[in-house]
């Protein structure tokens, strides 16, 4: 997004006075509105483990998903397996398509984009550290909520409470219909290559912010949630 767009997106969102509080999702690289001479909005994210992300995206374009069954995805038809794609130099398992954690949170400056710039990778860092109110992992979804409910009541009250309530089927919005684990020649080849390594060390990097804050918040059974931890006297006039 170029800074014009920029302008346009934040205006596009801040002029929505009647709406606010609002809750706003989508596929967007972080923006920072200060630079704008606005306030950050409240982020927060997702992230998945790169290779599961890649694996489910590849088998997604063939097969779909459980969410909206029937619908003809871009690669119906193609049968070729993960491991058979990466064997020949595919397009489709080329490790640049794993190139998409880090740049959504790098951001919008030239070099999040290039592919295994490492300047992306530490921008990356230090945004997740700043400008994320929290940032969780797929693999512990609840968790996540417990925190969203915790950092934000006035978004998130009563939000655990209901994921528990889903069955397992539920629990997970859509779920790639087909998927082929990798072989072992697959992995060897993924696993030296750049960008996997980078993806790698920039999920790592968030798992081990995500359970900082789990632990800092927590009892050391990691069951509870901690009593306020502060103390403070209203100075009176």
């Not at 968030?206 to 931890?229: C, M, S």
């Amino acid at each position: 997004m170029n800074l014009a767009d920029q302008r346009r997106f934040i205006d596009n969102i801040t002029a929505w006075t009647d709406m606010q509080p609002a809750v706003y999702h989508g596929h967007v690289a972080f923006i920072d509105f200060t630079r704008f001479g606005m306030p950050n909005p409240i982020y927060i994210n997702l992230l998945r483990e790169p290779l599961e992300r890649l694996l489910s995206h590849y088998y997604f374009l063939r097969y779909g998903d459980n969410y909206r069954i029937g619908l003809k995805r871009s690669r119906a038809g193609n049968n070729e397996t993960f491991d058979e794609c990466v064997m020949r130099g595919g397009k489709d398992c080329d490790m640049k398509q794993m190139w998409l954690q880090i740049p959504y949170f790098c951001g919008t400056h030239h070099f999040c984009s290039e592919v295994g710039n490492e300047r992306a990778l530490e921008q990356a860092k230090y945004n997740l550290i700043n400008h994320y109110l929290i940032v969780g992992i797929s693999e512990r979804m609840r968790d996540f909520i417990a925190l969203l409910e915790i950092l934000l009541p006035k978004f998130f009250t009563g939000a655990l409470q209901h994921f528990d309530s889903l069955d397992e089927r539920r629990t997970h919005l859509r779920s790639t219909k087909k998927k082929f684990p990798p072989g072992e020649r697959t992995l060897e080849v993924i696993k030296s290559d750049k960008v996997y390594v980078m993806e790698q060390e920039f999920y790592h990097f968030a798992v081990a912010h995500f359970e900082y804050i789990w632990k800092r918040t927590h009892d050391d059974d990691g069951e509870n949630f901690l009593p306020q931890q502060f103390h403070f006297e209203k100075i009176k006039p």
